[in-house]
């Protein structure tokens, strides 16, 4: 889209982030949710009815896929379900998410060959469409700019955006979101290109066919639940990390900035549920400041790359910085350092005390010394 020297000004002049995407840049002023009051863009909502009916057809075939397979198919058949919606996940988290959105590492050839495979397997969209999403959604969280603003609900951050029209102000703001380092990759490009093909084949075809040629599961039962029921629980999953973990958890790291902890999310969505902490760090390969893989398959994976030469290039954030953010912003939930200020106070009330004090101790408290 070509904007007019007049409406570019308007739009710089209009621009008001609320979080940042890369590690030099400053934080912004005002990153406190800014909300979703009334612009100057008339949003005039439509439904998208094919799409309603995909994704009815979708769930309703979830349901049905596991009762046909629970009550017909093979054992590998359900392994085979289960293990490729994993590994499509990552298609997503380590592939979309961290590699191509937030270039957090980098990755050979073979690696990102596989991550783009996994990721066309959980049909999510293409990787630039979903990246230039996500980027949006981080610098302007919880706006009438952000694709899936958490403060329209649960269910439009949950699936709602992906069935209505966008809120005009996703279209002219994003457009700001620089977005050219992605198609430079030719593994982005190409599946952008050709991805109605590759998705079709890749997430409804080849997972129908492979039980099927492989171990003689009756092709009916492998479609409704490796393609179906496996796809539905993966878009899930990833749904939660934009609904859930926005709306409920807490805020170790940053009590004024958007998204929250979220270990139910951090399982299901396979380690992106630590979101308070993405949100100020979104630059970490890790998505989370513990050092092991507390419910983190995605860095688990990530780190098996690079000890096999594949990732590198792993960026994360000192202890240090991770520490002073905490004791200056968070609310008080980390798990380390979450009563420092109320340790601080009743520290200082015990000085004081100390300080006004020049008589003996009593015998209750001769009694708790000797305890200590
Ligand atoms: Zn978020
Ligand atoms: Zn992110």
């Given at each position: 889209?070509?904007?007019?020297?007049?409406?570019?000004?308007?739009l710089?002049e209009?621009?008001?982030?609320?979080?940042?995407?890369?590690?030099?840049?400053?934080?912004?002023?005002?990153?406190?949710?800014?909300?979703?009051?009334?612009?100057?863009?008339?949003?005039?909502?439509?439904?998208?009815?094919?799409?309603?009916t995909?994704?009815?057809?979708?769930?309703?075939?979830?349901?049905?896929?596991?009762?046909?397979?629970?009550?017909?198919?093979?054992?590998?058949?359900?392994?085979?379900?289960?293990?490729?919606?994993?590994?499509?996940?990552?298609?997503i988290?380590?592939?979309?998410?961290?590699?191509w959105?937030?270039?957090?590492?980098?990755?050979?050839?073979?690696?990102?060959?596989?991550l783009?495979?996994?990721?066309?397997?959980?049909?999510?969209?293409?990787?630039?469409?979903?990246?230039?999403?996500?980027?949006?959604?981080?610098?302007?969280?919880?706006?009438?700019?952000?694709?899936?603003?958490?403060?329209?609900?649960?269910?439009?951050?949950?699936?709602?955006?992906?069935?209505?029209?966008k809120?005009?102000?996703?279209?002219?703001?994003?457009?700001t979101?620089?977005?050219s380092?992605?198609?430079?990759?030719?593994?982005?490009?190409?599946?952008?290109?050709?991805y109605?093909w590759?998705?079709?084949?890749?997430?409804?075809?080849?997972?129908?066919?492979?039980?099927?040629k492989?171990?003689?599961?009756?092709?009916?039962?492998?479609?409704?639940?490796?393609?179906?029921?496996?796809?539905?629980?993966?878009l899930?999953?990833?749904?939660?990390?934009?609904?859930?973990?926005h709306?409920?958890?807490?805020?170790p790291?940053?009590?004024?900035?958007?998204?929250?902890?979220?270990?139910?999310?951090?399982?299901?969505?396979?380690?992106?549920?630590w979101?308070?902490?993405?949100?100020?760090?979104?630059?970490?390969?890790?998505?989370?400041?513990?050092?092991?893989?507390?419910l983190?398959?995605?860095?688990?994976?990530?780190?098996?790359?690079?000890?096999?030469?594949?990732?590198?290039?792993?960026?994360?954030?000192?202890?240090?910085?991770?520490?002073?953010?905490?004791?200056?912003?968070?609310?008080?939930?980390?798990?380390?350092?979450?009563?420092?200020?109320?340790?601080?106070?009743?520290?200082?009330?015990?000085?004081?005390?100390?300080?006004?004090?020049?008589?003996?101790p009593?015998?209750?408290?001769?009694?708790?010394?000797?305890?200590?």
């Open positions: 889209m070509h904007l007019s020297n007049s409406s570019k000004a308007e710089e209009d621009i008001q982030a609320t979080g940042r995407l890369y590690e030099h840049e400053p934080e912004p002023q005002e990153h406190v949710n800014v909300g979703t009051g009334p612009t100057n863009k008339v949003y005039k909502k439509q439904y998208f009815w094919y799409t309603i995909a994704f009815s057809i979708l769930h309703v075939g979830a349901v049905y896929g596991i009762y046909i397979v629970a009550t017909r198919g093979y054992w590998t058949t359900i392994i085979f379900g289960i293990l490729l919606g994993l590994a499509s996940g990552l298609g988290t380590a592939g979309a998410h961290r590699l959105c937030h270039r957090s590492y980098n990755a050979k050839f073979p690696l990102r060959l596989l783009a495979f996994l990721n066309t397997v959980a049909v999510q969209n293409n990787i630039y469409t979903w990246s230039r999403d996500h980027r949006t959604h981080h610098r302007f969280s919880e706006t009438d700019a952000d694709p899936y603003n958490a403060k329209r609900g649960f269910f439009f951050s949950h699936i709602g955006w992906l069935v209505t029209s809120h005009p102000e996703v279209t002219r703001k994003g457009q979101i620089d977005c380092d992605l198609l430079e990759d030719p593994l982005v490009y190409y599946q952008r290109k050709y109605f590759l998705a079709a084949f890749c997430s409804f075809i080849f997972p129908a066919i492979t039980p099927w492989l171990w003689g599961e009756d092709l009916w039962v492998a479609f409704w639940f490796c393609s179906v029921t496996r796809c539905t629980f993966v899930n999953g990833t749904f939660l990390v934009n609904s859930a973990a709306l409920w958890g807490t805020k790291y940053d009590k004024n900035t958007v998204g929250m902890e979220q270990p139910i999310v951090g399982a299901l969505a396979l380690g992106e549920g979101h308070n902490y993405h949100h100020v760090f979104p630059w970490d390969y890790k998505t989370s400041e513990l050092p092991w893989y507390r983190n398959l995605t860095t688990m994976f990530i780190d098996a790359a690079a000890y096999l030469g594949q990732a590198y290039d792993l960026k994360t954030v000192d202890p240090k910085v991770v520490e002073q953010r905490v004791k200056r912003t968070g609310d008080g939930s980390h798990f380390k350092w979450g009563d420092e200020p109320e340790r601080l106070e009743k520290e200082q009330q015990r000085l004081e005390q100390q300080q006004q004090s020049d008589t003996y009593t015998s209750i408290d001769s009694k708790l010394l000797k305890d200590e």
